[in-house]
């Protein structure tokens, strides 16, 4: 099992995070994804 760790930033500051995952990331198999840092409502 693997832990990633990303966050903060905008969109095209964690472009480079997102091309990393999708590389790395088994797309075969299912993946749990964590959104914690969102803006309040």
């Not at 966050?7 to 091309?19: D, M, V, W």
Request: charge should be negative.
């Amino acid at each position: 099992m693997q832990l990633i760790l990303c966050g903060g930033g905008s969109g095209e500051q964690n472009k480079l995070a997102n091309q990393k995952l999708n590389e790395i990331i088994d797309h075969t198999k299912p993946m749990l994804f964590i959104p914690l840092a969102m803006d309040e409502i």
